[in-house]
């Protein structure tokens, strides 16, 4: 009873009491999360056969003043990534923390058979966002996670910088799981990732392969440098032999049901992207073009980009109809003279350019079409806009079609092109 | 036929003072006529002793009768008959009392004096522009401050006695047009009922002021300066001055009046607002950095940003400490330093500040005992803490109680400490005044001169958070 | 005016409580049942909660200073008032703990990262019971305070979305009868007013104050409609896989990552308004107890709360979908009859009384 009257005149004071006395004692000995758990920066997923290896990207802490990451790969095998994970935080000795992960890297393997009952247990786990970036490789993930540790430097951050670049000026939309999912979801089950490539650094011809540039980027072989992917060196990212270099080339996977169908170039992309009101900066050449009396190539970069499209059923036909108006800016001129100016002379664009690089465009998009055709995936949202605009046709053509899968193939294509010169 | 024996009572007094070395008593013959004085010579104006009493005394010719003391001879402003038991009453509060044998009466002469100190600018309230006295010791002249600037016949001026030993003069002082009837008589009650040996200061009846004497927060306001005290009068409140202490109390007290500043007047009300809101993010940091951090570095890892996360992690790694105790430990040295530097002589306090900053700062974290990210939160609540200098103690203990959250309970523990510290609040209702007004609950009017203020022009009306008499600050009476 | 909240105050606690129960999980979950027309079942659910407000208005009016339980016993007898207040207690308590569950998991599985019942249980229990004990007035006025920090977060969780890409989601996918039994099945998490019907008679009622309650009555009201419609704008079809939807609002995008974690305005936003609806529940709780019960400590009320809340919640603890699910399947006629039914018998009581005032 005394305890209650003293509880009743300060009842905070006790409540703080049983705070200091329960919760305090383990508090203070307690050596914070971030030493408890292994932060993890990105994520390497590969699979052997049955068995599946997952790696981690994590940082080491350093008792320095410097404040730079020092990061080193560890991983673990199983038969479930569930279990691969738990046995990587045997390695480790600590528990994973997942919620920094800013990438999953997974191996082309993953996605032989539908990729997303795969990675389920990392959208389940809780503390991985959706949003990290999701990419696929054709080296080993670990290899890639082991060069990019190698680095010195922060790759983790540098992977999802590039890759942001990308998601801004290249994919249809972000590379994240997220975006998997979303296009996964939907009604053509289809979504893009991004893929990225381990190269030979001696081979490798530019870093700069990473713009959006057509046709010059460079080709990798994939083959070849998976095969020595366990002996190359792990931590010291095999420094004394042929040095590994992370490459992007633009290049991007398309998934149907989270499987690859079919990996998709620059170049193909770009086509995609005409339809993408956010990508802007690609860069459309001409060659061969009778000017002056010259032959000349002309490359234009696409700097502003409005798009109209419209849908409709046409005697039971649906025509999905784009109008683009694109504002091309002349930044290159190569030929014989060399003294066609840039600045006055093309402020109009000569027809005989417009043409060619009319042509040029729609062949792009013919192409990209056709492989989304060819490959029963809606990434850039044909469905969903027949269905928000002609929901009633729509609904009643996908019912006489076989399956809605199919719809793509009936879609026909228009595109019209307004260039200007900007 | 004579009514005192005069010796008789300077022996008695003499002895009922202890034999003070201070006792003095003057017997002054004429005749048969005596006349004699008790006074303590440590406390009245002995010059004026002799020039008011003693000449006039030997210059007078004729028979000395008591009227004729009283009022031809004694050249004093204040001479006043007493009974016999208030004797000892005034000897101590600086009177000189007078026996004769011819009166059964008793004078008592005011002469009382000691030093005092002139109204310089307070250490704890400085201005950069704005009048600089400030209240001292003595009642007399705070009262004079106060009503050199308030020359109303509104001002009243009560007095009161408290301390039955000590029994110092306290004075209320309001505006008997603006301050709201229940608040006087609700504090006057308070001040009659206070049963106390003795006042040094008027923090000794500060609690007893106080709705919530076992509370930690403030409840009544103090100045030290006859400028913010007037203007808080002239709000409607009661100001209270304890004789001997410089420092005035005000009730009823909000917790704005602290974030507020004199300073806030003199300058541009754009800059005071903005000062405001500094001052009140100072005011949270304060209190809440240290649980606030030591909850994600224990708990909540994942919401820091990776980078911070590494420096973090970089830093502590290889500390004794573990974060809690890591924290509590700079605390500690923060809180030593502190009350060194309080205590030690200004011309040590330079050797403080190189060996709290130089040696215990820099080398510990040479040495690996403490982490930078760790003496930063710390010195940052610890700094921040003086942007409201008035709360200081308050505020240190709310650091503690919050640290122990944080640490103990994570991210929720210092959030669930913080509504149940503002739901606290809300309950103490300061003389019928709730604690956050305006803001909780929101009183439209008394935003005005709030955290974000507006132009002096625009502040016509009373607040009303202390329920004034009238609504606006000047009454406009119809010209006609 | 002693105990009385004004006007303002009792917008806000409207305000929160509406919050209440739908900004975590419900969006998620409406989703998957009716997909984008979860928006057109929300606004259906709140047209219908909205008229609840004029009827307590009325009601007012026509008893100032009376208590909910007095008039209902006047009305209807002592035994009805009593069942009907049972009813509300066991509303009350199911919501405490449909809250607290749903908030608890959100905790554990983005803040804590581990097991923590006994942490949240006492951060949250002890707040509850001193405000509950302290009375309506310090809890309004500490709401009204932090309604502004409330605001703000649940404003910045909005406006971020707006910053990553988002397409407007397709309406009137379900058939009609789908959304209305949408309807029914969530019912539970709305009924927010009856809260308001509880602690009529503290309500200092103005005339010329009505508005502010309509105010914040509607701004509540955009604002979830607004969570509800950016959530699937920003989610699309994986909306169903979210389900903390303001905190997944905040979710930055790829592009955002430089800014780093966001997450802790989410997390406040979020606590401060779990812990004000806990507030409510627990003193509503309290305040029913006390009326059934006229002769008891209010101590002993918010004990018997805390007995209940903690029985019930070890019964499912953490694992939150047995509570959703049971709100769902079993409990949603409480939320048709806070909804409802019970506006609509205040509202022929008022009837009544006016009636009676007429003819006399």
């Known amino acids: ?422 | 036929m004579s009514y005192f024996n005069v010796e008789e009572k300077l022996e008695e007094y003499k002895e009922r003072l202890n034999d003070s070395v201070d006792y003095s008593n003057r017997i002054y013959e004429k005749g048969e006529q005596k006349i004699c004085m008790i006074f303590l010579k440590s406390i009245i104006d002995q010059e004026l002793l002799s020039n008011a009493i003693f000449l006039p005394l030997q210059t007078y010719e004729d028979d000395l009768s008591i009227d004729i003391l009283k009022n031809k001879i004694i050249k004093c402003s204040e001479v006043k008959d007493i009974e016999e038991d208030k004797v000892i009453n005034e000897i101590l509060n600086g009177r000189v009392v007078i026996f004769t044998n011819f009166s059964d009466k008793i004078i008592a002469v005011d002469l009382f004096k000691f030093p005092t100190r002139v109204p310089t600018e307070p250490p704890t309230s400085p201005v950069i522009q704005g009048p600089r006295e400030g209240f001292v010791e003595d009642l007399q002249t705070n009262i004079t401050l106060i009503r050199r600037r308030l020359k109303t016949d509104n001002l009243v001026i009560k007095s009161l006695e408290i301390g039955t030993e000590t029994k110092n003069k306290v004075i209320m002082c309001f505006l008997k047009d603006v301050a709201n009837d229940k608040l006087v008589k609700d504090v006057y009650k308070k001040l009659k009922n206070i049963k106390i040996n003795g006042v040094v200061d008027s923090y000794y009846i500060l609690s007893f002021l106080e709705e919530r004497p076992d509370s930690l927060f403030k409840q009544i306001g103090g100045a030290e300066k006859p400028d913010i005290v007037v203007s808080k009068i002239l709000e409607g409140k009661v100001a209270i001055i304890v004789d001997n202490s410089p420092i005035v109390l005000t009730v009823p007290f909000i917790i704005l009046e602290d974030l507020q500043n004199s300073n806030d007047y003199y300058t541009n009300h754009h800059y005071s607002s903005l000062v405001r809101i500094m001052r009140l993010m100072g005011l949270l940091i304060a209190i809440l950095s240290p649980g606030a951090y030591l909850a994600l570095q224990i708990y909540h890892y994942n919401i820091l940003p990776l980078n911070f996360l590494i420096t973090i992690a970089d830093t502590t790694l290889g500390l004794p400490f573990t974060p809690f105790l890591e924290i509590i430990f700079i605390f500690l040295l923060f809180q030593i330093l502190y009350e060194v530097s309080l205590r030690l002589p200004s011309y040590l306090g330079l050797a403080t500040s190189v060996v709290g900053a130089l040696i215990l700062g820099d080398t510990g974290i040479k040495a690996g005992l403490i982490s930078p990210p760790g003496v930063i939160i710390v010195a940052l609540s610890k700094i921040s803490l003086y942007t409201i200098p008035e709360q200081a103690s308050q505020i240190t203990v709310l650091q503690v109680i919050f640290i122990i959250l944080g640490g103990s309970l994570g991210v929720m523990g210092v959030v669930a400490g913080l509504i149940y510290m503002v739901n606290y609040l809300n309950k103490i209702d300061s003389y019928g005044t709730p604690y956050l007004a305006p803001y909780s609950p929101r009183i439209p009017s008394d935003l005005k001169d709030a955290l974000i203020t507006s132009a002096p022009t625009q502040m016509d009306k009373l607040p009303k958070s202390f329920s004034p008499k009238k609504s606006k600050k000047v009454e406009v009476k119809d010209e006609k | 005016m002693k105990n009385k909240i004004s006007m303002r105050q009792a917008g806000i606690i409207i305000l929160i409580l509406v919050f209440s129960n739908k900004i975590l999980l419900l969006p998620a979950l409406m989703f998957d049942f009716v997909k984008g027309d979860a928006v057109i079942s929300l606004i259906i659910m709140l047209a219908l909660e909205f008229i609840s407000l004029p009827i307590l208005l009325k009601l007012k009016s026509k008893f100032p200073e009376e208590h909910l339980f007095d008039i209902l016993q006047k009305y209807l007898s002592k035994a009805v008032a009593i069942i009907i207040y049972m009813v509300f207690l066991f509303y009350m308590m199911i919501k405490a703990i449909l809250t607290f569950s749903i908030v608890y998991v959100y905790f554990k599985e983005q803040i804590y990262q581990e097991e923590f019942v006994a942490i949240a249980l006492i951060t949250f229990l002890p707040i509850m019971n001193h405000a509950a004990i302290s009375g309506l007035k310090p809890i309004a006025r500490t709401m009204e305070l932090f309604s502004v920090v409330i605001l703000t977060g649940f404003l910045f969780c909005l406006g971020i979305a707006v910053y990553t890409p988002l397409s407007i989601p397709d309406f009137f996918v379900a058939s009609a009868g789908k959304i209305f039994s949408s309807v029914y099945k969530f019912a539970f998490p709305f009924g927010d007013f009856i809260f308001l019907f509880m602690i009529v008679d503290k309500i200092d009622y103005k005339k010329e104050q009505e508005k502010r309650l309509y105010f914040y009555t509607i701004l509540s009201f955009i604002l979830v409609i607004t969570l509800f419609t950016l959530f699937y704008a920003k989610y699309e079809l994986t909306s169903f896989m979210h389900n903390d939807a303001l905190a997944d609002l905040l979710a930055y995008s790829v592009r955002f990552n430089a800014i780093g974690r966001l997450d802790v305005i989410a997390i406040v936003t979020l606590l401060l308004s779990t812990i004000f609806q806990m507030e409510i529940f627990c003193y509503a709780f309290c305040d029913g107890v006390l009326k059934i019960f006229p002769l008891m400590d209010k101590w002993y009320a918010a004990l018997i709360f805390d007995l209940l809340f903690l029985l019930l919640y070890y019964l499912v603890i953490g694992n939150y979908e047995v509570i959703v699910d049971a709100t769902v399947k079993y409990f949603a006629p409480f939320g048709i009859f806070a909804n409802f039914v019970f506006p609509l018998i205040v509202w022929i009581i008022s009837r009544v009384k006016g009636r009676k005032n007429a003819t006399s």
């Open chain 1, 1 to 422: 009873m005394r305890l209650l009257k003293e509880f009743k005149k300060n009842p905070m004071l006790i409540v703080l009491l049983v705070i200091m006395l329960v919760f305090m004692p383990p508090a203070l000995v307690s050596p914070g999360q971030n030493r408890e758990r292994g932060v993890v920066i990105a994520i390497g997923i590969d699979k052997d056969e049955d068995e599946y290896e997952i790696s981690f990207l994590t940082f080491i802490p350093t008792p320095e003043q410097s404040y730079t990451q020092k990061n080193s790969v560890i991983s673990g095998k199983g038969e479930t990534i569930a279990k691969s994970l738990y046995n990587a935080e045997i390695v480790m000795g600590r528990k994973i923390g997942l919620s920094h992960a800013k990438t999953t890297v997974v191996n082309e393997k993953l996605l032989e058979d539908d990729v997303s009952k795969h990675i389920d247990y990392l959208s389940r786990f809780a503390s991985l966002s959706e949003n990290t970036i999701f990419v696929c490789t054709s080296s080993p993930a670990k290899e890639i996670l082991t060069t990019s540790s190698s680095l010195q430097s922060t790759v983790g951050l540098q992977l999802d910088e590039i890759i942001a670049y990308n998601a801004e000026n290249l994919y249809i939309s972000d590379t994240s799981l997220e975006a998997f999912y979303k296009g996964y979801y939907s009604r053509s089950s289809a979504s893009l990732i991004g893929y990225l490539s381990l190269t030979d650094k001696e081979g490798d011809k530019g870093g700069s392969a990473q713009s959006t540039g057509q046709g010059g980027s460079t080709q990798v072989d994939e083959g070849s440098d998976t095969s020595g992917g366990e002996s190359g060196g792990k931590q010291g990212g095999g420094s004394g032999q042929s040095q590994k270099q992370i490459t992007n080339n633009g290049e991007a996977v398309l998934l149907k049901s989270g499987k690859l169908v079919e990996k998709l170039s620059a170049n193909h992309l770009n086509g995609i992207n005409l339809l993408n009101r956010k990508s802007v900066n690609q860069i459309v050449t001409v060659k061969d073009v009778d000017y002056n009396g010259g032959k000349y190539d002309f490359s234009y970069r696409i700097k502003r980009k409005r798009i109209n499209t419209a849908t409709k059923f046409q005697n039971g036909v649906p025509i999905y109809s784009s109008h683009l108006v694109l504002g091309l800016e002349l930044v290159e001129i190569e030929g014989e003279h060399e003294r066609l100016k840039v600045n006055t002379e093309f402020s109009e664009m000569p027809p005989q350019i417009k043409k060619k690089i009319d042509e040029e465009i729609k062949k792009q998009f013919t192409e990209a079409m056709n492989i989304l055709r060819k490959n029963k995936a809606d990434v850039i949202g044909i469905h969903n806009k027949f269905f928000r605009d002609n929901r009633k046709a729509y609904k009643k053509f996908i019912k006489d079609i076989k399956s809605k899968d199919d719809f793509l193939d009936y879609v026909n294509f228009k595109i019209n092109l307004e260039l200007k010169s900007d």
